[in-house]
């Protein structure tokens, strides 16, 4: 399967979970998949616990969320000759 199809998994609606991306339009947001993950949950607990979800899907959900962190690295390193990191408008951190 390509990233593209992968990512054609992830679908962002308006009136949908608050507009968060989800998974192929169902109402199962990427950060719940990513939760699970993070606890331990093996991929087929996931699948056993959710029938309607595909394999495809958890890798579609770890493909986005791979690009996601990938899109905002690249925007805080591209401050040339500045080795911190500026941390996001309105973020609670503060540059040491």
């Known amino acids: 399967m390509t990233a593209e199809s992968l990512l054609s998994r992830i679908t962002v609606e308006s009136g949908k979970c608050g507009g968060r ?4 339009g169902l109402r199962i947001r990427v950060q719940d998949v990513l939760g699970m993950l993070a606890e331990g949950m093996a991929n087929n607990e996931i699948l056993e616990d959710y029938p309607y ?5 958890i890798r579609a959900v770890l493909m986005y969320a791979a690009r996601q962190f990938d899109h905002r690295q690249s925007q805080y390193t591209a401050f040339s000759g500045n080795t911190h990191r500026t941390p996001p408008r309105g973020s609670a951190q503060s540059p040491a």
Request: aromatic residues 0%.
């Open 53 to 57: 979800l595909e394999q495809a899907d």
């Open 21 to 24: 991306p989800c998974i192929r």
